[in-house]
């Protein structure tokens, strides 16, 4: 949607995958290798610039978060998997930066507390169907072999212009 204002922190996309040698040390997590030391990171098809358009166009700004004039971020860790698709998608550190003082105040403490919970679940329910459409990756490569990597990307949701 283009009227969605929405900040994508590129510089904070984070990702597990780094060269393996007969001596580097690797940690197993999940049936999933993390490493130090990227020989072949992987990407989305198209680049950073293409990574932030296809959220631009994808990701929706809840609309009932607008009414409370709710704004917040949520980071989306999902794995790329060997043939580039997405899998284990999850969301973390969900958090509301900015609301409306004004009417959450008329709310009782209960309601805002409730309120904010609700729409910290909206902003991870519209991350994770917005990566679960995601096109495959290029994985990332060590020693020239597709490696499951996780990865870890931050979605800002901003009240849209009108």
Same mark, same amino acid.
């Given at each position: ?56 166009? !994808? ?21 790329? !998997? ?17 609301? !409306? ?62």
């Amino acid at each position: 949607m283009k009227s969605t204002i929405l900040t994508i922190m590129l510089a904070a996309l984070t990702m597990g995958a780094a060269a393996q040698s007969k001596d580097s040390t690797c940690v197993r997590k999940d049936s999933v290798r993390i490493f130090s030391d990227p020989e072949s990171s992987p990407h989305f098809r198209g680049g950073k610039e293409g990574l932030m358009q296809f959220l631009k166009k !994808n990701v929706k700004y809840p609309e009932a978060a607008e009414a409370y004039g709710v704004e917040g971020r949520v980071i989306m860790s999902f794995i790329i !998997n060997e043939d580039g698709s997405l899998s284990d998608i999850t969301a973390h550190d969900c958090k509301i930066e900015r609301f !409306n003082t004004t009417k959450f105040s008329q709310e009782t403490e209960t309601r805002q507390k409730a309120l904010k919970e609700q729409f910290a679940k909206l902003f991870a329910k519209e991350g994770a169907r917005v990566i679960r459409k995601m096109p495959k990756w290029a994985p990332g490569k060590i020693n020239g072999k597709a490696q499951r990597t996780k990865m870890s990307l931050p979605i800002k949701f901003s009240i849209p212009d009108k």
